[in-house]
């Protein structure tokens, strides 16, 4: 994962900044959301003094990626300002655009604070099965793409991997970090924030209508993707990532999720809205 974000500085120049990237490789051939967040933040950030951090960014998932190729982000510097910068980031494949971002950084400035408590009587971590534990007798291809990831994963309750979760509730809550111990770069642990908050915020939608990763035609992409950083968190200790579905339809559904650090600090907040196509059997909900 820190190679992969770790973007390399084009010799090409245009009016605009470019970097070059690779993708993680993925068992099914796309280049995983999350990722392309994390590396156009990055591309972002390296044309900003390193005072000044990222706290929201803004994006368009416009074409699926192809991880067996490189990638191309083009940095627009919009403007800058005495606190605040704002940045466009492109990111392309073959002269096509795959991902828009606009992203806001800020030097960090006294100010009213307060935010929304974690929720309390959640299980920890530690008392939670990981991931493997739930994938017995999958496929050995399907399990490459939960277990080749950097991640680790505590669903709340069990993850909808292969069964769907009974209780269709719109909401659920996971534990994450990512498995190693990562550089005290504040940069690099805001860029993993962004890869980890693509991972299970569409879980939510699936569960309001008992919906399975496994069902047979179910087809999901993330549209959108909206994140703002609150508070610096490290990404090598456990986090809580609380998530919930305030609508679905048109064959659209909008997740949103707040991530916690384990003593209960507000670290960031998430919006995306996904494409999600259901055979007619698993959507009914009577």
């Keep these: 994962m820190l190679s992969v974000i770790d973007l390399s500085a084009s010799d090409a120049r245009t ?11 993925m068992p099914l051939g796309r280049v995983y959301g999350g990722q392309v967040l994390a590396q156009s933040i990055v591309a972002a950030s390296r044309t900003i003094p390193d005072e000044r951090i990222v706290h929201s960014m803004h994006g368009y998932f416009l074409r ?15 403007h800058d300002g005495r606190s605040f910068s704002t940045r466009r980031t492109q990111a392309y494949q073959e002269g096509v655009p795959i991902f828009s971002m606009i992203a806001s950084f800020q030097d960090e400035d006294p100010g009213l604070d307060h935010h929304e408590p974690m929720p309390d009587g959640l299980p920890a971590p530690d008392d939670l099965p990981d991931v493997e534990s739930h994938l017995r007798g999958l496929h050995p291809m399907s399990k490459r793409l939960f277990t080749d990831r950097p991640v680790d994963l505590r669903h709340i309750p069990a ?34 924030l962004a890869y980890l908050s693509d991972l299970t915020i569409q879980e939510s939608i699936l569960r309001a209508h008992g919906v399975s990763w496994a069902t047979p035609g179910l087809k999901v992409a993330s549209l959108d993707h909206a994140m703002w950083w609150h508070r610096f968190g490290r990404v090598d200790e456990w986090m809580l990532y609380v998530q919930e579905s305030p609508s679905a339809r048109g064959g659209r559904g909008l997740a949103t999720g707040r991530i916690y ?18 055979p007619d059997e698993a959507g009914a909900t009577g």
């Design 261 to 278: 650090a384990a003593d209960g600090t507000l670290l960031a907040s998430v919006a995306q809205e996904i494409m999600v196509r259901v």
């Design 159 to 192: 993850p909808i991997y292969i069964a769907a979760d009974p209780e269709r509730a719109p909401r659920q809550a996971v534990w994450m970090r990512v498995r190693r111990q990562i550089p005290d770069n504040p940069a690099t642990h805001r860029a993993a």
């Design 15 to 25: 009016t605009e900044d470019i970097f070059t990237g690779q993708s993680q490789s």
């Design 64 to 78: 699926p990626g192809d991880s067996t190729k490189g990638i191309t982000f083009s940095v627009d510097r919009i």
